[in-house]
């Protein structure tokens, strides 16, 4: 009788670590996903102010008549 009864707190109190395991990871899983979310963001808005900084007129010089514009 004992047997039976140590058995079923030792079962129940495995199925609640369990329950409890499995929320822990779905927080972790979820909150993953959202930093992972707002660091694609910043990496996009980063990319558009590399692209408006490059974009600038730069003049060379080839022998002393000709002029070329070179865009970068």
Do not use: H, W
């Amino acid at each position: 009788m004992q047997f039976i009864i140590f058995s079923v707190i030792i079962y129940i109190t495995f199925m609640l670590f369990v329950k409890t395991y499995k929320e822990i990871k779905e927080d972790q899983n979820k909150e993953l996903i959202k930093n992972m979310e707002e660091y694609a963001k910043k990496e996009k808005i980063k990319q558009q102010k590399s692209k408006v900084l490059v974009k600038r007129k730069i003049t060379k010089t080839r022998n002393k008549k000709e002029s070329i514009n070179v865009y970068s």
